[in-house]
């Protein structure tokens, strides 16, 4: 009561500060699901909060509101804690004391299932560690593997790496790059639907990219795709339509299919964000927020 009425916004007991009791928490609630879950939502939410699932808390009734909570699970606890950060809610914690519990029927909180739906939640409101960081490092991974690989097969004490790694490379970054758009259309959704805040996602992206110049380079990708695979068709004809040099022409034909598949993913890509865009979310947004993001 205190700390709320010093202005915080949510107060939660921290029950590791304030002591737990002989036989008041299974040791891989303890030791496992709670340091690990609450380390998982302060890596992805920036939290300051180390007791994240503790159910004794407090919280003033305007801020409460404005969090629009959804959940019906054990989850629940974990997007109290989410959504209070995503709109820059002030969190603080208490120290309590956890005693044995002393009901004599068994507690409603599965271990694995009830983790599984605060890690699944968690996932769910971070496009940036669902999608964004791995796609990238897919798209770098595979990308510096084409590169590497382009000019001639490389060996790496006994082991040998050809044409066949390049496909891998080529794997990595076709699947980043859908993994990307899946980011896109995440951030995007989450904004016009209210899932996420409206501060979580700023209006001038549709400035720089529209739909115009997603086709614009999904179409350039294209061309440089079929440029490539015409210059094999020209070695083909050359060789009056017989075998090729696999080791010299695969290696050019591989960058010719990935950039016509990454091509058309951002021309149907772009008309799927462009209709994402359309839900009518943007009057519902309050005006002084779209100003403060359209000024940024």
């Known amino acids: 009561i205190d700390r709320l009425r010093q202005g915080d916004d949510l107060v939660m007991g921290n029950r590791f500060k304030g002591g737990i009791r002989p036989g008041a928490m299974p040791w891989l609630h303890r030791y496992v699901g709670n340091p690990v879950l609450s380390g998982i939502l302060n890596l992805f939410f920036r939290t300051s909060a180390h007791d994240c699932h503790c159910g004794l ?27 209070a950060s995503l709109h820059q809610q002030k969190i603080s914690e208490v120290p309590i004391v956890l005693y044995p519990d002393g009901r004599d029927r068994r507690p409603h909180l599965r271990s694995f299932r009830d983790g599984w739906r605060h890690l699944r939640f968690l996932l769910l409101l971070c496009p940036l560690w669902l999608y964004l960081i791995p796609s990238t490092a897919l798209l770098l991974g595979g990308l ?17 790496l050809d044409v066949h790694s390049m496909l891998l490379g080529v794997l990595c970054v076709i699947l980043g790059y859908q993994t990307l758009w899946l980011w896109a259309y995440a951030k995007i959704y989450g904004w016009t639907s209210g899932l996420l805040p409206p501060q979580t996602f700023s209006f001038s992206v549709f400035r720089y990219f529209n739909l115009e110049r997603g086709l614009l380079l999904g179409l350039a990708l294209v061309l440089i795709g079929l440029g490539l695979n015409l210059w094999l068709v ?7 339509l017989g075998p090729l040099d696999v080791q010299h022409t695969l290696r050019h034909a591989l960058w010719g299919f990935t950039a016509m598949v990454l091509g058309v993913q951002t021309v149907y890509g772009s008309f799927f964000l462009s209709m994402l865009g359309m839900s ?17």
């Open 57 to 83: 808390r407090g919280f003033r009734k305007d801020a409460y509101e404005r969090l629009h909570l959804q959940t019906t699970g054990m989850e629940f606890a974990s997007e109290m804690v989410v959504k």
């Open 144 to 160: 510096g593997l084409m590169v590497w690989l382009t000019p001639r097969r490389r060996d790496l004490g006994g082991f040998v």
């Open 234 to 240: 020209v070695e083909w004809a050359g060789k009056s």
């Open 280 to 296: 009518g979310r943007t009057h519902q947004v309050p005006e002084e927020t779209r100003a403060s993001q359209e000024g940024n």
